[in-house]
T-cell receptor, first 109, second 120 residues
Framework: GQNIDQPTEMTATEGAIVQINCTYQTSGFNGLFWYQQHAGEAPTFLSYNVLDGLEEKGRFSSFLSRSKGYSYLLLKELQMKDSASYLCAVMDSNYQLIWGAGTKLIIKP | GAVVSQHPSWVICKSGTSVKIECRSLDFQATTMFWYRQFPKQSLMLMATSNEGSKATYEQGVEKDKFLINHASLTLSTLTVTSAHPEDSSFYIC????????????????FGPGTRLTVL
């Protein structure tokens, strides 16, 4: 079966750095997405990785290792507004997104 | 960026009634639209994939006669929850992908703001 694993909840301090991990097992791979979702709102796109390596976009970076079925989202200089759920999703061989359950990130002052 | 709207943003209805939710791509044409459901503190659950002009493909366990999907144009898809019951109360989110011609490997989904359905 297809499976996406990510931690349920993480806590970090304002101004610090946090890494959210995601491991996956899917039938085929056509890229991995990270989305941010604030409570009661729809997800918003953060990043897309299809090749191994690190993609940096401002305070957020995303890393992918296809051989290990592993990705992480790195958030730097954390701000209170970064408190949200972060969803990892993998596009399988049928170009269908398989969603992880999301990681709730709590930022403390 | 691409914008997707949903209407209504929230709805409260009585058990047994039907509710229609609209999903529109405002500044692009969407060959494919997706309907998701999300219960509190849970991840997105894909309900169905809708392609313009054809029947929707439903995920296992989703009743196609209860959740009617119509994708009549390249900018509009509707989800009708028929004979709604309290257990159908959830956050319903649609997403859309642009027409073929965009890089299919990217295939980013643009999400609507969601519709919160409460069935009394």
């Amino acid at each position: 079966g297809q499976n996406i694993d990510q931690p349920t909840e993480m806590t970090a301090t304002e101004g610090a750095i946090v890494q959210i991990n995601c491991t996956y097992q899917t039938s085929g791979f056509n890229g991995l997405f990270w989305y941010q979702q604030h409570a009661g709102e729809a997800p918003t796109f953060l990043s897309y990785n299809v090749l191994d390596g690190l993609e940096e976009k401002g305070r957020f970076s995303s890393f992918l290792s296809r051989s290990k079925g592993y990705s992480y989202l790195l958030l730097k200089e954390l701000q209170m507004k970064d408190s949200a759920s972060y969803l990892c999703a993998v596009m399988d061989s049928n170009y269908q997104l398989i969603w992880g359950a999301g990681t709730k990130l709590i930022i403390k002052p | 960026g691409a914008v997707v709207s949903q209407h209504p943003s929230w709805v409260i209805c009585k058990s047994g009634t039907s509710v229609k939710i609209e999903c529109r791509s405002l500044d692009f044409q969407a060959t494919t639209m997706f309907w998701y459901r999300q219960f509190p503190k849970q991840s997105l659950m894909l309900m169905a994939t809708s392609n313009e002009g054809s029947k929707a493909t439903y995920e296992q366990g989703v009743e196609k006669d209860k959740f009617l999907i119509n994708h009549a144009s390249l900018t509009l898809s509707t989800l009708t929850v028929t004979s709604a019951h309290p257990e159908d109360s959830s956050f319903y989110i649609c997403s859309a992908t642009p027409m073929a011609g965009a890089d299919p490997a990217i295939n980013e989904q643009f999400f609507g703001p969601g519709t919160r359905l409460t069935v009394l």
